[in-house]
Structure formats: structure tokens, C-alpha cells
């Protein structure tokens, strides 16, 4: 079982910036990849960024070079620096842990992020 607690999300006007934290607890071991993903009314839930526990990422194309994925694999904690923000980034965002051998994914609860024009 692995347990998620997601931080920094809050009110921020276009062009501001923000970074989000995702701290993972319980059974944490080596392989595994970290996401985040994001939640707009009346959207689908799309992946904004995924790191794995050897340093690859991916985003989205939306957010490229505007958001930076990070990890520190020794506190089992992923973050999300988000600059250059936008109004349609406004989502509820989510952070995902997806183990491996076997698969699984964990979730956390969410955290707002409403950028103002």
C-alpha cells in the first residue's frame, strides 16, 4: 500500500509560477514511475508529467517547456515546477504512483491550481 499527499497548489495569476509536491509513504520500492496528471471541468484527466524512478520524463505537449518534472528518489518525492502559467492550465491536479512487477497504480486526492487572467 502506498500512501500520496499532495501540496502547493493554490491561486496564482498568468505568467506566475507554482511548484507542487507529491510525497510518497508505505511500500516504496525500486521500479516505479511517478505522474501528474490534471482534472478541468468538463475534460478528460490527462497526463501532464511522468518521471520514472531512473530520471526519464515526459509531458505533455501543452506544457512543454513551461513545467519541469523532478524526483528525490531518497525522500520519495516528485515535484512540478510550473511556470509561465496560463488560465487553461487551471485543473485540479493529481499526483499518480505506478508500480511495477506487479503494476499498480496509487493516487492522491488532488490539489487545485486556478490561474487568474
Known amino acids: 500500500q502506498v500512501q500520496l499527499v499532495e501540496s502547493g497548489g493554490g491561486l496564482v495569476q498568468a505568467g506566475g509560477s507554482l511548484r507542487l509536491s507529491c510525497a510518497a509513504s508505505?511500500?516504496?520500492?525500486?521500479?516505479?514511475?511517478m505522474g501528474w496528471y490534471r482534472q478541468a471541468p468538463g475534460k478528460q484527466r490527462e497526463l501532464v508529467a511522468a518521471?520514472?524512478?531512473?530520471?526519464?520524463?515526459n509531458y505533455a505537449d501543452s506544457v512543454k517547456g513551461r513545467f519541469t518534472v523532478s524526483r528525490e528518489n531518497a525522500k520519495n518525492t516528485m515535484y512540478l515546477q510550473m511556470n509561465s502559467l496560463k488560465p487553461e492550465d487551471t485543473a485540479v491536479y493529481y499526483c499518480?504512483?505506478?508500480?511495477?512487477?506487479?503494476?499498480?497504480?496509487?493516487w492522491g486526492q488532488g490539489t487545485q491550481v486556478t490561474v487568474s487572467s
Open positions: 518521471i520514472t524512478s531512473g530520471g526519464s520524463t
Open positions: 499518480n504512483f505506478r508500480t511495477l512487477l506487479p503494476s499498480y497504480d496509487y
Open positions: 508505505g511500500n516504496i520500492f525500486s521500479g516505479n514511475i
